[in-house]
């Protein structure tokens, strides 16, 4: 695994499973943030959100159907 110097926004994602639906939206946007399980619902990756990568993790949260994603800080 390698260390990368990009600036981090302490930010993570959280997904409220009771909410999600599975729609697919967030890996279908983000593969690099989500993956689905064996029936489609989001599993979140074990990566950092960089500092340059805010503004799309906002759009990707935004743009669940379901609200069943949120960015908290860590």
């Given at each position: 695994?390698?260390?990368?110097?990009?600036?981090?926004?302490?930010?993570?994602?959280?997904?409220?499973?009771?909410?999600?639906?599975?729609?697919?939206?967030?890996?279908?946007?983000?593969?690099?943030?989500?993956?689905?399980?064996?029936?489609?619902?989001?599993?979140?990756?074990?990566?950092?959100i960089g500092a340059g990568e805010r503004?799309?993790?906002?759009?990707?949260?935004?743009a669940c159907p379901e609200g069943a994603?949120?960015?908290?800080?860590?």
């Amino acid at each position: 695994m390698t260390q990368s110097t990009e600036q981090t926004t302490g930010l993570r994602f959280v997904v409220d499973t009771d909410l999600c639906v599975g729609h697919g939206r967030c890996y279908t946007l983000a593969p690099q943030w989500f993956d689905c399980d064996d029936v489609g619902y989001a599993e979140i990756k074990d990566v950092v959100i960089g500092a340059g990568e805010r503004t799309q993790a906002e759009d990707v949260a935004a743009a669940c159907p379901e609200g069943a994603i949120t960015l908290v800080e860590k």
